[in-house]
């Protein structure tokens, strides 16, 4: 295996994007393996790669990681971007799950047919403007630090900021209402790993087209139409 991270998925955002963010936080370069073609996956399937039979994968040291949010734990807890003790990892996980949550939403969001994509765009608004981002509102203001969690950047401010910046594609100024956490987007865009990572020709992938979701649909042969909240 590579002395880098390898990273298994197709050429755009997914799940594996999740994972692209926390590693770059952490400073870690990765190479990636992308799935274009059906032999491709048939492959990794029948070299036991896929535990589950499903991606995202990814090599890291001696392992081949499946399943996104033990991969992503297991990132956040080597390069110590998960709290100092237990209750701060129970905290972490928390906001990390309400997140995930939201960006549940947003990851179907291409699959869709045109006139489900704007019933999604306004349910995906509405959910962040009166469920998820009020809750961080109200805990950066209680809170009083920077971050989230204690005072130290972690994964859970990582995937905050992820968050952030999707549904800002959905609708730009959808942080009007929210003071805090329009700073905080300045603050965690600020990092220097998380700023290099905002730059043109990182390994960020951009808003998922229509390459993309054909790629997917022919890779893991997904003949059924999706449908919005």
């Known amino acids: ?32 393996e992308f799935l274009e073609t059906r032999d491709q996956y048939e492959k990794l399937l029948q070299g036991g790669s896929l535990l589950f039979q499903q991606v995202p994968m990814v090599e890291i040291d001696g392992m081949r990681m499946v399943q996104t949010r033990a991969i992503l734990s297991y990132i956040a807890a080597k390069y110590n971007l998960y709290g100092k003790d237990l209750k701060e990892r129970a905290l972490i996980d928390m906001y990390v799950g309400g997140t995930d949550d939201l960006m549940g939403f947003i990851l179907v969001f291409p699959f869709l047919s045109a006139e489900d994509k704007e019933k999604q765009r306004a349910f995906i608004v509405q959910k962040a403007t009166s469920r998820y981002f009020p809750v ?62 905002l730059e043109p020709g990182s ?27």
């Open 136 to 197: 961080y509102e109200k805990v950066l203001k209680d809170h009083g630090q920077d971050f989230l969690v204690g005072n130290s950047f972690s994964w859970a401010d990582v995937h905050l900021l992820e968050a952030i910046l999707m549904v800002e594609e959905k609708k730009s100024d959808v942080l009007s209402g929210f003071p805090q956490l329009q700073a905080f987007k300045a603050r965690i865009s600020s990092i220097p790993a998380i700023k290099k990572f």
């Open 1 to 32: 295996m590579s002395a880098k991270p390898k990273l298994y998925y197709f050429d755009g955002r997914g799940k594996m994007e999740s994972i692209r963010w926390l590693l770059a936080a952490a400073g870690v370069e990765f190479e990636e």
């Open 203 to 229: 390994q960020r992938k951009p808003v998922p087209d229509d390459k993309y979701v054909e790629t997917v649909r022919r890779v893991l042969r997904m003949y059924y139409d999706m449908k919005a909240n």
